[in-house]
């Protein structure tokens, strides 16, 4: 497995919302389905973990769900310091847009999952994402030597540059490549899956050196910040 796993993620996102000066109280809302079931429960562990910010709201929405004013109004009731919307595009722009009517993003923080990595929500809604953070695998914005070699590669294919979703397909396809080279073979699935076992390998995600028992490379997750009508590494 060459991807960011889940726990990395939110332990990652959860470790930089903790920091936060003042940030004691977070509402939260996520797609009623297990991964958005499973992505609030992951961060909710890592803030009891912690010790802040206490979890005072939890909410589901249904994938083609387009009003969010009853969650919201319950979510800006209760006052918290933090908000953290994992809500997909196109409905995300929506869901901030509703947000500001409300009055709802003015001196709070703005937290999100990878849905706010989103050139066109930027185009649409940017000012609103103002400051938000988000967690993301990868980004265009990196500037290793393998990041940059996929946002060439992509630009000079598509005239664009790749997102997240981008990487996770050009990474294992790099590690099957160089294990079958290794191998010495592209038939013999043993001593390819033994190459591939051993790789070191810069992937534009991190460093690859080996995996483990399970299979995992244990590659690191990021937090992104948009500010300025930029995205940002941050950590």
Same mark, same amino acid.
């Given at each position: ?8 993620? #939110? ?11 003042? +940030?004691?109280? /977070? ?12 992505? =609030? ?5 890592? &803030?009891?973990?912690? !010790? ?11 994938? +083609?769900? #387009?009003? &969010?004013?009853?969650? =919201?109004? *319950? ?23 509703? @947000? ?14 990878? +849905?706010? &990595?989103?050139?066109? =929500? ?11 953070? @988000? ?6 914005? &990196? ?8 946002? *060439?590669?992509?630009?000079? %294919?598509?005239?664009? $540059?790749? +997102? ?9 396809? @790099?590690?099957?490549?160089?294990? /079958?080279?290794?191998? !010495?073979?592209?038939? $013999? ?7 591939? %076992?051993? =790789? ?15 299979? $995992? ?11 300025? *009508? ?6």
């Amino acid at each position: 497995r060459v991807c960011t796993r889940a726990e990395a993620l #939110t332990q990652v996102l959860g470790d930089y919302l903790a920091a936060l000066p003042n +940030n004691r109280k /977070i509402a939260m809302v996520a797609p009623n389905d297990d991964y958005g079931r499973g992505d =609030l429960a992951s961060l909710t562990a890592v &803030f009891k973990k912690l !010790g802040r910010p206490e979890v005072v709201y939890e909410a589901y929405y249904e994938r +083609n769900q #387009t009003d &969010f004013n009853t969650i =919201l109004l *319950k979510m800006k009731s209760l006052n918290p310091d933090c908000y953290y919307i994992n809500v997909r595009w196109p409905a995300s722009a929506i869901v901030l847009q509703q @947000m500001e009517d409300l009055a709802m993003l003015k001196g709070k923080y703005l937290s999100s999952s990878v +849905n706010f &990595f989103n050139k066109d =929500l930027a185009k649409r809604v940017g000012h609103l994402m103002e400051g938000a953070v @988000m967690t993301v695998s990868w980004a265009p914005v &990196f500037k290793d030597e393998e990041s940059q070699k996929l946002v *060439k590669a992509y630009r000079a %294919k598509y005239g664009d $540059d790749p +997102n997240d979703s981008v990487s996770l397909g050009w990474s294992p396809i @790099m590690v099957a490549a160089m294990g /079958i080279q290794k191998a !010495g073979t592209d038939r $013999d699935q043993e001593k390819i899956r033994l190459a591939i %076992k051993g =790789l070191q390998y810069k992937s534009p995600q991190g460093p690859i050196n080996g995996f483990d028992d399970k299979g $995992d490379s244990r590659v690191p997750a990021y937090v992104l910040q948009y500010k300025n *009508k930029e995205y940002h590494l941050v950590k």
